[in-house]
């Protein structure tokens, strides 16, 4: 069972994915806009938000680059938008996956588990994996560059995870997408050069250990 924080302003729907997420096992939290959105992330241990951009006083995207700065637990947008830029914003802002309604809430349960149960796996028994500046502990999702802490976000952290266990393995746009996201994605492969080109500032200098090689992807490779 996890904690869900669904932030969502429209009774109907909110009372909607309560329902579908307690069927799921979960206890859950509601916020009917980004203020009180914000309380309740400070106040309970959430292991997950469902986060809708349009609301009240606070939105959404506003929302999920607040709480990326407290955290780094999983957020699903919800919005009735369905352009690639603002996709690509609410990533920008730190988003993990991203829904247009209408949506399936059986699908939305989906990925919610799916989400966790990446949290919640240790993808290495080491204490640590380390490369060149990187250090990474999979037991607590922490990331230090030479011994200083840095706050990333789940996506961030899963792609350096894979990438740190896998040093020089190439990796396509499509099997990043498919490794990280789920084949149930919905987004593009700019998804994925988005969530990097963010990781690659937030390592600083070693951010250069994530190689693009042109009409190929990505490769981790440490460089003296």
């Known amino acids: 069972m996890a904690n869900i924080l669904i932030a969502e302003d429209e009774k109907n729907m909110q009372d909607i994915l309560v329902d579908y997420m307690k069927k799921g096992g979960h206890a859950c939290f509601t916020a009917d806009d980004g203020v009180d959105a914000l309380v309740l ?7 997950l938000m469902i986060l809708d951009i349009m609301m009240p ?5 506003t929302v999920c680059r607040l709480a990326r700065e407290q955290n780094n637990l999983p957020i699903i947008l919800l919005t009735a938008k369905d352009g690639e830029d603002d ?28 989400l966790l149960r990446r ?8 204490d640590q994996i380390c490369a060149g500046k990187i250090t990474l502990l999979p037991s607590s999702h922490k990331v230090y560059i030479e011994g200083e802490e840095i706050a990333v976000t789940h996506t961030e952290y899963e792609l350096l995870r894979l990438f740190m266990a896998n040093p ?8 990043l997408l ?11 492969t700019r998804t994925v050069d988005n969530h990097i080109k963010n990781l690659r500032q937030k390592l600083g200098d070693a951010g250069v250990y994530i190689v693009t090689l042109i009409r190929s992807g990505y490769k981790f490779e440490v460089r003296p």
Do not use: C
């Open 41 to 47: 992330l400070k106040t309970y241990p959430i292991d």
């Open 57 to 61: 006083n606070l939105d959404g995207f």
């Open 87 to 114: 996709k690509l914003k609410g990533y920008e802002y730190g988003a993990d996956d991203y829904m247009t309604k209408p949506f399936s809430p059986r699908v939305l349960l989906a990925k919610v588990n799916a």
């Open 119 to 126: 949290v919640t796996s240790v993808a290495s028994t080491a």
């Open 168 to 175: 020089g393995r190439i990796f396509t746009r499509d099997q």
């Open 178 to 188: 498919n490794r990280i996201w789920g084949y149930d994605f919905e987004g593009t």
